[in-house]
């Protein structure tokens, strides 16, 4: 039987491409023939040839196997996967880029997602392995990403464009320049049966940001009440307490939100907000928000500027000309009235022309 090791992720360099280990950390530079594919050069003369692919990343065993048959007849079994889901190959031999191109394509697999094209999608876990999902993030991922195939492999974007998309409101997704994030729009229903068998109530009260949550007795057993005037509907206490059911096929929904980055690269990273709320969760294909993201990105690659990231182009051109540009409403659902935001209101009496 194999012992796990519990010290971390084992050491990267035994599975690099010989010609990376061996000049790991002496490239001289790198630059891109073509989308999808990277070119570095080593000091000592050495060259290497990155292709990436995009994937569905929830795959099947058959799928795999076909991606490790490409790996094995064209790289030498050479493989790495982006922190996108992109699969990338190395070769050393020029003449062996054009064949795995084609070898790629053939089989489905998209090649781009490099320089200013619009990357494949982050998404998070999902159902497939997270107990609080509110929607299912592969196949929002899936049908976005079918309709914004030519911008993966043509780099036409004005800065790269990332997208990600988050299957709840309060855990993992991260900074995009757009955003897909499930929206609860109703508090939790609690199913005061299971909640004394299920929660360990204090935990649960200790949970919710705003306070909204209280020890009750109901119907003569210990569970839990919500004040709603409080709740803010962000889907905490459902982790710890899943008797406290907040997805609803009506009232969970999904918001939009742009301008956030994670890079230092030219500006410091940025926080987004959100531009449009209330997006029917509308599976399999999601019609309602795949729209609304190609309107934005649509907007921003006519009027960005080069160069100029999503919030680069908004902090430009402000807010309100975003909106009238995107041609999107703006709604109270979209003021920012959590208690932290005053440090990113307009909280002072000039009044600005
Ligand atoms: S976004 Fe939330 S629901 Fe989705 S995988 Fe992450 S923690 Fe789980
Ligand atoms: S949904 Fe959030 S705000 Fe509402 S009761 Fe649960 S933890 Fe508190």
Same mark, same amino acid.
């Given at each position: 039987?194999?012992?796990?090791?519990?010290?971390?992720?084992?050491?990267?360099?035994?599975?690099?491409?010989?010609?990376?280990? @061996?000049?790991?950390?002496?490239?001289?530079?790198?630059? @891109?023939?073509?989308?999808?594919?990277?070119?570095?050069?080593?000091?000592?003369?050495?060259?290497?040839?990155?292709?990436?692919?995009?994937?569905?990343?929830?795959?099947?065993?058959?799928?795999?196997?076909?991606?490790?048959?490409?790996?094995?007849?064209?790289?030498?079994?050479?493989?790495?996967?982006?922190?996108?889901?992109?699969?990338?190959?190395?070769?050393?031999?020029?003449?062996?880029?054009?064949?795995?191109?084609?070898?790629?394509?053939?089989?489905?697999?998209?090649?781009?997602?490099?320089?200013?094209?619009?990357?494949?999608?982050?998404?998070?876990?999902?159902?497939?392995?997270?107990?609080?999902?509110?929607?299912?993030?592969?196949?929002?991922?899936?049908?976005?990403?079918?309709?914004?195939?030519?911008?993966?492999?043509?780099?036409?974007?004005?800065?790269?464009?990332?997208?990600?998309?988050?299957?709840?409101?309060?855990?993992?997704?991260?900074?995009?320049?757009?955003?897909?994030?499930?929206?609860?729009?109703?508090?939790?229903?609690?199913?005061?049966?299971?909640?004394?068998?299920?929660?360990?109530?204090?935990?649960?009260?200790?949970?919710?940001?705003?306070?909204?949550?209280?020890?009750?007795?109901?119907?003569?057993?210990?569970?839990?009440?919500?004040?709603?005037?409080?709740?803010?509907?962000?889907?905490?206490?459902?982790?710890?307490?899943?008797?406290?059911?907040?997805?609803?096929?009506?009232?969970?929904?999904?918001?939009?939100?742009?301008?956030?980055?994670?890079?230092?690269?030219?500006?410091?990273?940025?926080?987004?907000?959100?531009?449009?709320?209330?997006?029917?969760?509308?599976?399999?294909?999601?019609?309602?928000?795949?729209?609304?993201?190609?309107?934005?990105?649509?907007?921003?690659?006519?009027?960005?500027?080069?160069?100029? @990231?999503?919030?680069?182009?908004?902090?430009?051109?402000?807010?309100?000309?975003?909106?009238?540009?995107?041609?999107?409403?703006?709604?109270?659902?979209?003021?920012?009235?959590?208690?932290?935001?005053?440090?990113?209101?307009?909280?002072?009496?000039?009044?600005?022309?």
């Amino acid at each position: 039987m194999r012992t796990p090791i519990e010290s971390g992720v084992p050491d990267n360099k035994q599975y690099l491409h010989p010609l990376m280990a @061996r000049n790991y950390g002496n490239w001289k530079y790198h630059d @891109r023939p073509r989308p999808g594919v990277l070119h570095h050069v080593a000091h000592s003369g050495d060259q290497i040839w990155t292709v990436r692919a995009g994937t569905q990343r929830q795959m099947d065993l058959f799928t795999i196997r076909k991606l490790c048959d490409i790996a094995d007849t064209y790289a030498d079994g050479h493989v790495r996967f982006t922190i996108r889901s992109n699969i990338e190959y190395m070769v050393s031999d020029p003449t062996r880029v054009e064949p795995l191109i084609e070898a790629l394509t053939t089989n489905g697999f998209p090649v781009g997602g490099t320089g200013n094209s619009v990357s494949a999608i982050a998404h998070t876990q999902g159902w497939l392995h997270c107990d609080i999902p509110g929607t299912d993030a592969s196949g929002a991922v899936k049908a976005l990403m079918d309709e914004l195939h030519e911008e993966f492999i043509k780099e036409e974007m004005p800065n790269r464009v990332h997208l990600s998309t988050s299957c709840c409101e309060i855990n993992c997704g991260g900074q995009a320049d757009i955003a897909i994030i499930v929206q609860h729009t109703k508090p939790p229903k609690i199913n005061h049966d299971l909640v004394a068998n299920m929660c360990e109530r204090p935990t649960v009260v200790a949970r919710c940001p705003v306070a909204a949550i209280r020890p009750a007795m109901v119907n003569g057993k210990p569970s839990l009440e919500i004040d709603e005037s409080k709740c803010m509907c962000c889907g905490a206490c459902y982790p710890p307490c899943p008797p406290m059911q907040i997805n609803d096929p009506e009232n969970s929904k999904l918001a939009i939100w742009v301008g956030g980055k994670n890079s230092n690269a030219r500006g410091k990273p940025t926080f987004m907000k959100m531009v449009a709320s209330g997006l029917p969760n509308n599976a399999p294909r999601w019609p309602e928000v795949s729209a609304m993201v190609k309107k934005i990105l649509t907007t921003y690659k006519a009027d960005a500027r080069s160069w100029e @990231r999503m919030a680069d182009w908004i902090d430009r051109i402000g807010w309100p000309a975003f909106f009238e540009k995107c041609d999107l409403p703006f709604t109270k659902y979209l003021i920012d009235d959590w208690r932290g935001s005053r440090a990113s209101l307009n909280a002072s009496t000039h009044i600005r022309f």
